[in-house]
């Protein structure tokens, strides 16, 4: 197997015997191993990468419609990766110390190495159907590990609607994916990267761009669909800092930037992307404003930060996408220590709220010194990766001509200086001194606290080196999203220059906004309406519409009579099969091909007189007499045209169902002495399905369909399945299949009926 596909598919593995270590103290360091080496596996593919070579490797998928899959490893593969991988680690040495002692914490490594092994398959996929699959895979995984406490209800509705929100606009990705596909005359990404101006020219463009948005920004927590994100924090804090602050919702961001080749340049594109990742820094951001618990909080300001990146991208320009890459590098190292502290500030302090982290720092100083590094890069200081990121950010967005440059400037400075709000809240407040009560708890222990401080000293670090150990991966990552050779150098001082005035005045204008922050937030609040307006609250009296139509049309469907459901399954039938034989109208019919004879005739009559009598009889014997003779009729008019095997099938069948019948009627009360009501609606029903049986009866008579069937059966039987009878090849080889769920169906049936006899000789026995 090859190296890429190996590192995919090693994660499931792992997933699958990770029971077996789970109960041990030291799992969550044991399990972090493979992670710690898929990463130290793509750092070892890093040169090559870093100097323009794409890795690529192709298995056999499904040779018969010409599809394999492929894996490639370019620049922005191998950021993706590396953060996957190197912050899994982390997440999962973390899982071992807070869940410590939980019963479910087998389960909770189980599906979080699933998950991890899905999210490496996006980024590594280069095949559309193959990538569409692991897209499939975070979010059935994502919603167990957003339920996992999942016998609070908050918990299962969190996962519900992050399931439904994302499911959804992964279904609109899979019809964007296969139209694409079928525009570009591929399913492998990187065939498709040569062809973007075809793509760009066709009139399906605008409906594959539609739809592709629909995925990816459900999925990054765009505006309008923001609102599950925050919702989703009702998952334990490892599955907060994991999903959905460095993986899952950056998925749509990686997403944008592998489909910029095909997809991006528009004004189509440009247009969508600037508008809603502009909304939704600023809402978000406000939010976050608004927030008190410390998790929701940084939800929010998530939320504003893929905003951000998604505005960049939909920019297009090389300096905005250089911004994007390195605003989601450091945010992914800031963000993941703020959302793994305040689950160690919860877990060994009890503070869930931000008026509760001051004077953490007494009783955390490890935590919080972590915590406050990480702040102080998300607040873009010196010398913070942050504030490269937010220095390149201002600058892509100044360059721009005419007014989107100032506009969205202004938007870009309005919603940083927000986030310095969020920074100053979580980051720095728990070196601030408490001043109504004295902070309880104790230092986390070494697994709570190692992995909040290396992301934060890695934000320190890389803004301090960032030649050397950022500028050459933002490169690559950079050329492989807009597939030009491009060389960022990245530096923590230009001088003294406009960029820089506009980071000192958002740092202001955010210490502005938090030491006012009770009176505006006070003043501001009524504008805070998303509980009350808003899309979550379409998407609650959606679900809840759906929920009432269910309801009604359950009732009518299942109302618990056989007579309905017969109606409603023969009406279905007969609509579908209708439709069918209308669009075949222009074939020759086999009318012409009919040569009845005498004793045809009369089984025929036989039959029609049995199935009168069988409906009109008054008398139950009578009727199961009557139905007799139509079974009968049937054997003889198998035998009649030479199918004696047929035929003893249902003489036995016929037999049976005779008996059966006879046995159960005489314990039935007697017929109702009330004179039955004319069944229109059932004669209509009755008379249609016969008319389309007889109508599809003939239509196989057409010579076009009844000689190429017959054909390929009677030439393929002997050569193939080595049988003579033709019939039996059909249903023992070319429909086994369906004829093993038949014989299943009856099995489990048979099963049924056993346990129901069983169960009431029991309560006879008990009675006596």
């Given amino acids: ?51 323009g070579e794409r890795v690529s490797e192709q298995i056999s998928w499904v040779p018969s419609l010409g599809l394999q899959a492929s894996f490639a490893l370019d620049g922005l593969g191998l950021l993706f990766a590396l953060l996957i991988c190197g912050i899994g680690a982390l997440v999962l040495i973390y899982a071992g110390g807070y869940l410590a002692g939980h019963p479910h914490l087998p389960r909770f490594y189980v599906v979080i190495l699933a998950f991890m092994a899905s999210m490496l398959g996006i980024v590594l996929a280069d095949n559309l159907l193959l990538l569409y699959v692991f897209w499939g895979g975070t979010s059935i995984t994502s919603y167990l ?116 080749p095909v997809l991006g340049g528009t004004d189509a594109w440009t247009i969508a992307l600037v508008a809603s990742g502009g909304a939704t820094l600023l809402i978000g951001a406000f939010l976050s404003y608004h927030a008190v618990e410390v998790k929701r909080v940084l939800a929010y300001s998530t939320v504003a930060a893929l905003g951000m990146m998604v505005l960049l991208l939909g920019v297009g320009t090389e300096h905005s996408v250089t911004a994007a890459m390195v605003f989601l590098l450091g945010h992914a190292f800031y963000k993941g220590t703020l959302f793994l502290f305040a689950g160690a500030a919860d877990h060994e302090a009890r503070a869930t709220r931000t008026d509760q982290l001051p004077g953490l720092r007494r009783v955390m100083p490890i935590s919080a010194a972590a915590a406050a590094l990480a702040g102080l890069s998300m607040a873009g200081l010196l010398p913070f990766f942050g504030f490269i990121g937010k220095e390149l950010v201002f600058e892509s967005l100044f360059e721009l001509p005419g007014l989107a ?78 597939l030009q050779p ?65 309801r009604r049309l ?31 109208s222009g074939l020759e019919w086999g009318l012409g091909r009919l040569d009845l004879r005498v004793t045809e005739v009369g089984l025929a009559v036989l039959v029609l007189v049995g199935a009168f009598v069988a409906v009109r009889s008054q008398s139950r014997m009578g009727t199961v007499a009557a139905l007799g003779v139509v079974g009968f009729g049937i054997a003889l008019i198998y035998l009649n045209f030479g199918a004696p095997d047929l035929a003893m099938t249902q003489v036995l069948i016929e037999t049976l169902t005779v008996i059966v019948f006879v046995l159960v009627l005489y314990h039935l009360p007697s017929f109702s002495t009330e004179r039955p009501r004319p069944r229109v609606r059932d004669a209509a029903v009755s008379l249609g399905f016969g008319a389309m049986m007889t109508a599809l009866v003939l239509f196989t008579l057409t010579p076009e369909v009844r000689e190429s069937i017959s054909r390929f059966f009677l030439e393929r039987s002997l050569p193939d399945a080595h049988g003579r009878n033709v019939v039996n090849v059909i249903l023992v080889d070319f429909r086994a299949l369906d004829t093993m769920g038949e014989i299943a169906v009856l099995a489990l049936a048979g099963l049924g009926v056993f346990v129901l006899l069983r169960i009431h000789a029991e309560h006879r026995q008990a009675r006596r």
Avoid: C
Wanted: glycine share 10%; net charge positive.
């Fill in 1 to 51: 197997m090859s190296g890429l596909a190996a590192a995919v598919l090693s994660g499931f593995v792992l997933a699958a015997i990770a029971p077996l270590v789970a109960r041990s103290r030291h799992a969550g360091w044991l399990l972090a191993l493979l992670p710690a080496g898929l990463t130290a596996y793509f750092l070892s593919l890093a040169p090559r990468v870093l100097q």
């Fill in 145 to 260: 590990l957003i339920g996992f406490d999942h016998e609070q209800d908050k918990a299962r509705s969190s996962a519900q609607q992050a399931l439904l929100v994302t499911v959804g606009g992964e279904l609109a990705l899979l019809g964007g994916l296969v139209l694409l596909a079928s525009v570009g005359g591929t399913f492998e990404i990187s065939a498709l990267s040569d062809r973007g101006g075809e793509v760009r020219a066709d009139p399906l463009y605008l409906p594959i761009l539609g739809l592709v948005l629909l995925g990816a920004l459900t999925k990054s927590a765009q505006f309008p669909f923001h609102f599950w994100l925050p919702n989703a924090m009702a998952a334990p804090a490892p599955v907060s800092a994991y999903l959905h602050s460095a993986t899952m919702v950056k998925a749509g961001i990686f997403l944008l930037a592998r489909l910029f």
């Fill in 405 to 482: 440059g100032p506009l969205l400037l202004a938007v870009a400075v309005a919603g940083n200086a927000l986030l310095v709000v969020v920074a100053l809240r979580v980051g720095l407040r728990p070196l601030m001194r408490a001043t109504d009560r004295r902070p309880k708890g104790h230092e986390a222990p070494v697994s709570l606290w190692l992995g909040p401080l290396l992301l934060s000293v890695l934000g320190v670090t890389t803004g301090l080196l960032p030649a050397w150990l950022a500028s050459e991966l933002v490169s690559a990552a950079v050329s492989s999203t807009i």
């Fill in 486 to 550: 491009v060389d960022v150098e990245l530096a923590l001082w230009h001088g003294l220059t406009l960029i820089l005035g506009f980071s000192l005045l958002t740092l202001l204008v955010g210490l502005g906004l938090y030491a006012w922050r009770a009176r505006l937030r006070a003043a501001t609040a009524p504008a805070d309406m998303g509980r009350r307006v808003g899309p979550e609250q379409a998407y609650a009296g959606l679900t809840a519409l759906t929920n009432q139509l269910a």
């Fill in 554 to 584: 359950t009732g009518w469907l299942q109302n618990g009579y056989l007579r309905h459901y017969l109606v409603v399954t023969l009406v279905t039938g007969i609509g579908l099969v209708s439709a069918a034989l209308l669009r075949a």
